[in-house]
């Protein structure tokens, strides 16, 4: 089947420790997406890509870092320098046609706590 | 710039009560206008998209949404709300035609049905 997988589901972080998150996809999509999700606050991009070696930031990208290697994978490193990393990371791509209009395509999305 | 705002952080009904979640946007180029559905601990689901192509788009679930220009709002409706339809609802709005095509969320509308 088709589509993105995100691991692991649940993670546990001391303060001052990287963490990287894995975000997997199998739907040939050229961009991708990691967003931040606090209670509230809907979702806020960290930051994205739309072909492959290059990335960009979003709208909260410090404390944050990215790579884009290959096509399908997309992974978030949280770094020590993020202050509130706590939260719940949700990983998308979506393709680009000249209809426009396209949908994201979500993982079931990281919990990431802070002990 | 796009935002999008949807009103009310939370809305309960009752088991059979019509479902109005209401969505309205700010867009500078024609917009496309999604809707998607997160159930709790999971990623995000898209229940139905506007791309211009009709003003009164159904979705999966029985949802819609319609598509008002003049109110700059795309609420979501359903007729009959089902004990399965509780969960998180999320608006969000994409400038396909612009340079980046990224998706802007709403802050989410917490849905609770009453049996």
């Known amino acids: 089947d088709g589509g993105i997988t995100q691991s692991p589901k649940y993670l546990f972080r001391k303060e001052g420790q990287n963490v990287t998150l894995s975000c997997e996809q199998n739907l040939n999509h050229d961009a991708m997406y990691w967003y931040r999700q606090d209670p509230g606050q809907g979702l806020r991009l960290i930051y994205y890509s739309q072909i492959v070696n290059d990335f960009q930031k979003g709208d909260i990208a410090e404390g944050y870092s990215v790579s884009r290697e290959k096509k399908e994978s997309f992974p978030l490193t949280v770094t020590s320098a993020q202050k509130n990393p706590t939260a719940f990371y949700l990983c998308a791509s979506k393709r680009f046609t000249t209809g426009g209009g396209t949908e994201a395509f979500f993982g079931q999305g990281t919990r990431l706590t802070v002990v | 710039a796009q935002s999008v705002t949807q009103l009310g952080s939370h809305v309960s009904v009752s088991e059979g009560a019509l479902v109005l979640l209401r969505c309205n946007y700010s867009?500078?180029?024609?917009?496309?206008l999604f809707w998607y559905v997160q159930y709790p601990n999971q990623g995000l689901q898209l229940l139905l998209k506007y791309t211009s192509a009709a003003t009164l788009v159904k979705g999966i679930n029985g949802f819609e949404a319609e598509f008002k220009k003049s109110e700059t709002s795309f609420h979501l409706t359903k007729p009959s709300a089902h004990m399965s339809d509780a969960a998180e609802y999320f608006c969000?709005?994409?400038?396909?035609?612009?340079?980046?095509?990224?998706?802007?969320f709403g802050k989410g509308t917490k849905l609770s049905v009453k049996p």
């Open positions: 867009s500078s180029v024609p917009p496309y």
């Open positions: 969000a709005v994409s400038d396909e035609g612009g340079s980046q095509g990224n998706l802007i």
